[in-house]
């Protein structure tokens, strides 16, 4: 193995970790400068087929937090960049990353995935967390489909009067908390007119989301406007300080600026 090449750690889990990873690989003066690195939490079977030596799992253990797990992972390693490409929700791992680059002394970027522009007339409500998205449903809901994951159900549990359509990439493997519910699954991108079709085949009056953004899953936002149901959406956490960008040519960019 050539060891000149530079050392690049893709925390990913999304469509915009799998995009910088190939484009790098792709990219004149990259492809046979570097070598890919890409982590995965584990959450799903789904391991996608990149030019990478996949990581699953978390750099935390027992014995071993997640800071000093992906400080280890980054020594032993020899890392030399970092991009951070995780979920705009995850907020601990996104904090350990900026955390464990800063103690190893490399570079570091945040791959930010762009905010959702609101279709026109569209009926909006942003909200803090889900308890507040609780709330809300509560008083005004009749119809729900949950697209929020399947670790913020609690919030909705005790809710009555209202059936939860809850989508899913993978069918849970514990009981599901809420009352009146139904489960699909589905892994995006998704198709609008099946968005509608699938809203309007259950009635939906309301969408809870993520304020996550992105192309993969916007046609659920623009479904959702156009079969008139209200759009609850939990605001994103604040990113982590430090360099960030929207766009994969700009990440290039990036990376060729650090090398």
């Known amino acids: 193995m050539n060891t000149t090449k530079t ?9 915009e970790g799998i995009q910088i990873t190939k484009a790098i690989a792709s990219a004149k003066n990259l492809s046979d400068t570097t070598e890919i690195f890409y982590s995965l939490a584990g959450r799903t079977n789904n391991v996608p087929d990149i030019p990478a030596k ?22 032993e390693q020899k890392i030399d960049l970092l991009i951070d490409a995780t979920h705009p929700f995850a907020e601990q791992i996104s904090a350990n990353a900026t955390s464990a680059a800063n103690k190893v002394g490399i570079a570091v970027l945040r791959l930010e995935r762009k905010a959702w522009k609101m279709p026109e007339n569209s009926d909006v409500l942003y909200v803090p967390d889900m308890a507040e998205a609780a709330s809300v449903v509560a008083r005004t809901a009749r119809r729900v489909l949950l697209t929020i994951g399947s670790k913020d159900l609690d919030a909705f549990t005790a809710i009555d009067k209202v059936h939860f359509v809850v989508r899913m990439i993978e069918p849970p493997k514990t009981t599901s908390p809420l009352d009146d519910f139904e489960i699909i ?19 939906i009056d309301v969408l ?52």
């Open 7 to 15: 050392k690049i750690l893709v925390l990913g889990g999304t469509s």
């Open 185 to 203: 699954t589905g892994r995006p991108p998704f198709d609008l007119i099946d968005e509608e079709n699938l809203m309007r085949h259950h009635d």
């Open 54 to 75: 996949v990581r699953i799992g978390g750099f935390s253990s027992t014995n071993i937090n997640g800071v000093d797990g992906l400080v280890e992972y980054l020594t």
């Open 208 to 259: 809870v989301s993520k304020a996550s953004g992105g192309a993969a899953t916007f046609s659920k936002i623009q479904a959702a406007s156009n079969v008139g149901a209200r759009i609850i959406l939990i605001r994103r956490p604040p990113p982590p300080e430090g360099e960030a960008v929207e766009e994969i040519a700009a990440a290039l960019e990036w990376i060729k600026e650090n090398i």
